[in-house]
């Protein structure tokens, strides 16, 4: 037990102020703030994976990382779709899961938002559309906002997710 | 040159020793037979159209011997629809390739198991993808068509179904699962869901641009598929990569171990109730990832190996970034081995959970890190060193028990070595070209890039067209291999043990699906 205390302390807090210093975008308000503000209560988001090569997944989970500490300001992932105010979608949408990602917006309470994920879930990427590929998730379903980059860093990921719910 | 079946034998363009045999239908079957027995393993399948060449199909099959790989091809004469010897009998993970193949030509194994795998009803049953006379682009409405599990009966026996949208960031696939109470009798998978036609798209695409789709195959693996297609790219154009060029390879492939070995043990603490290591274990592939950012230009490395060398040298700076950071990053895992291994709780969990033991893993033809965590040696970058391994002697790392723990400690151990290359490959960085001109391939070449990715052994075959084009592209992933492993490792545990075991094999459903 104590090894992990001395741990703890040694890492300390490594959240960042939104977005990361890194980043050249200037620094907005705490993301906290305006979920609080505008949602009163925390985001919940549901993944869906509808076809993506998995790079956009990894970029996903970081966001759950000390760094971005996403369920510290107020956004949770969430297991079921009927919990969920957002649908973050990675594509591109694969014939396979055109199904399986119409039902899961259908078992979304309203008013459903969609965030697409990524150059292929923006525009089929490069895998495009073809026999087995629909490409853009906007394709198959309503989209809000999208996010470009393969993958997209997980600030741009958190840049997308809160700017569709402010124009919400 | 010829073999024990008479048959000739071609030197086949590789990064390893690699050969290709023509044989008929019976000597398909007898030389897997043999090579079986000889301890060879099926490395993959897979078919092409050729009839627009010689009026034929043909079907390939890859197996990786003692003095390397061996390839056999089985052209077949019968007309629209030929059939072949299947494999799945002797090569039990076969199977699902032989279902696949079906799925995109149309030519089809003995095997009586005819479901659909890559095939879900988004195009009919008389369309297959892969033959030439087939327009990539045309779209078919989909028709969702019942998928017949094998039932389990008996008192108390029920089955849950997951998927293919799963309760978590991962990607999508259906488990079916009959249990009794909270004991698991019987696991059916069920994948292609992900399957998004990359075979046919890199036969629009040309030989110079292979390597961007290549890495997307499965974006955790990216620069093991990339390397892989580049590699037998180098190979059907001799040409080759330069010193430095293939140092920034490797380096790039251990980091890419790294982070994704750092992000497996985070989440495998987390699925054991243990939510400091997903924290400890995350932060530090965070700071990986930065890393990679500062050296490399980017977080992950998708696009950095290209055809010829690499994207970029490393900027002045990133010598001495990375020396430093190794250190930490060696001092913060050994800090956080020490913690796991002493934590009851969590020892509780890992151990004997998910055993697969080292018969079954060699009956199934297991690969990669799930092999080796059940007595499998192999080991593509010790056993078969391509440069710069053939300098660097990998050491091997192997465990015996076979269940979560010992894929565990595989990872850890695999760290370990992993920061020793990498030290020793920034150490050993000098001034020098990192790309040379590759100039389109002749028509009709065929060859092969295996490069031993984090999962395990990643493999392109490629066939190259006229004018720089992709004739056809087979890309194989090790999950092919290791997800049926999962079915029997599985048997026994019970249901809450699932999410722990399948993370402990984390494969790859994209690199499979295709």
């Given at each position: 037990m104590i090894d992990i205390l001395s741990r703890m302390i040694r890492t300390g807090i490594l959240t960042e102020t939104f977005?990361?210093?890194?980043?050249?975008?200037p620094v907005v308000e705490g993301l906290q703030k305006d979920l609080r503000n505008i949602l009163g209560r925390a985001l919940c988001i549901r993944h869906v994976d509808?076809?993506?090569?998995n790079g956009c997944e990894l970029e996903i989970q970081a966001l759950n990382n000390p760094y971005y500490n996403l369920e510290g300001v107020g956004i949770k992932f969430v297991a079921s779709p009927r919990h969920a105010d957002l649908l973050l979608v990675t594509g591109p949408v694969s014939a396979n899961m055109e199904e399986a990602l119409k039902r899961t917006l259908d078992a979304?309470?309203?008013?459903k938002l969609v965030v697409a994920v990524g150059d292929c879930g923006t525009?089929?990427?490069?895998?495009?559309?073809?026999y087995a590929s629909r490409g853009a998730v906007s394709n198959v379903i309503p989209v809000h906002r999208t996010v470009m980059g393969c993958p997209p860093s997980p600030s741009a990921i958190l840049e997308a997710i809160r700017s569709v719910f402010i124009e919400a | 040159m010829s073999d024990s079946f008479g048959q000739a034998i071609r030197e086949l363009p590789s990064n390893l020793s690699c050969n290709c045999t023509r044989v008929g239908a019976l000597n398909w079957r007898r030389a897997a037979e043999k090579l079986h027995a000889a301890g060879g393993r099926l490395l993959t399948l897979w078919g092409a159209d050729d009839r627009d060449r010689d009026g034929r199909f043909r079907i390939y099959a890859a197996y990786l011997l003692h003095e390397g790989v061996a390839v056999f091809e089985h052209p077949m004469d019968q007309g629209a629809n030929p059939i072949y010897p299947s494999l799945a009998e002797i090569f039990p993970c076969a199977l699902h390739m032989e279902r696949a193949v079906h799925d995109l030509l149309g030519i089809a194994s003995?095997?009586?198991?005819?479901?659909?795998w890559l095939r879900?009803?988004?195009?009919?049953?008389?369309?297959?993808?892969?033959?030439?006379?087939?327009?990539?682009?045309t779209q078919f409405a989909v028709q969702s068509q019942p998928y017949p599990f094998v039932q389990v009966e008996g008192d108390g026996v029920h089955e849950i179904a997951v998927g293919p949208?799963?309760?978590?960031t991962i990607e999508p696939g259906h488990f079916r699962f009959s249990v009794v109470g909270e004991k698991v009798l019987r696991l059916e998978e069920r994948l292609g869901?992900?399957?998004?036609g990359v075979s046919k798209r890199f036969e629009e695409m040309p030989q110079m641009e292979g390597h961007h789709l290549a890495a997307r195959l499965s974006g955790d693996s990216a620069v093991a598929f990339s390397w892989a297609y580049c590699a037998a790219l180098e190979a059907i154009t001799q040409t080759t990569c330069p010193p430095l060029a293939a140092n920034l390879r490797a380096l790039a492939l251990e980091h890419e171990r790294l982070a994704n070995h750092l992000g497996d043990l985070g989440a495998l603490g987390n699925d054991a109730g243990f939510a400091f290591g997903l924290t400890q274990f995350s932060r530090m592939k965070e700071d990986l990832l930065r890393i990679n950012a500062a050296a490399?230009?980017?977080?992950?490395?998708?696009?950095?190996?290209?055809?010829?060398?690499?994207a970029a040298d490393l900027p002045v700076s990133a010598p001495r970034l990375l020396l430093d950071h190794y250190p930490v990053l060696e001092e913060g895992v050994s800090a956080l081995r020490s913690i796991y291994d002493n934590h009851a709780g969590l020892q509780d969990r890992f151990r004997d959970a998910g055993i697969l033991t080292a018969e079954t893993a060699a009956q199934l033809g297991a690969i990669g890190l799930a092999g080796r965590a059940s007595s499998?040696?192999?080991?593509l970058r010790v056993d078969y060193p391509w440069p710069p391994y053939d300098r660097l002697e990998p050491k091997r790392v192997t465990q015996a028990r076979g269940d979560v723990a010992a894929r565990v400690q595989v990872r850890f151990d695999e760290i370990f070595e992993s920061l020793r290359l990498c030290r020793t490959l920034v150490k050993e960085m000098t001034a020098g070209s990192i790309q040379v001109d590759c100039p389109p391939a002749e028509p009709h070449r065929l060859g092969l890039g295996l490069i031993e990715g984090w999962r395990g052994p990643v493999l392109i075959a490629l066939e190259s067209g006229p004018?720089?084009?992709?004739?056809r592209c087979h890309a194989h992933d090790p999950s092919w291999q290791n997800w049926p492993l999962l079915e029997y490792a599985i048997l026994?545990?019970?249901?809450?043990d699932f999410p722990l075991i399948n993370k402990s094999f984390n494969l790859s459903y994209s690199g499979h699906d295709g």
């Open positions: 977005p990361a210093p890194s980043d050249a975008s509808a076809g993506s090569c979304a309470p309203d008013p525009c089929g990427g490069v895998f495009g559309t073809n | 003995m095997e009586p198991d005819h479901r659909g879900h009803g988004a195009w009919p049953d008389t369309v297959f993808p892969l033959r030439r006379e087939f327009d990539g682009n949208v799963h309760a978590g869901y992900t399957h998004k490399f230009g980017t977080r992950y490395l998708f696009d950095f190996i290209r055809p010829g060398g690499v499998l040696p192999l080991d004018d720089g084009t992709i004739r026994g545990n019970i249901v809450p």
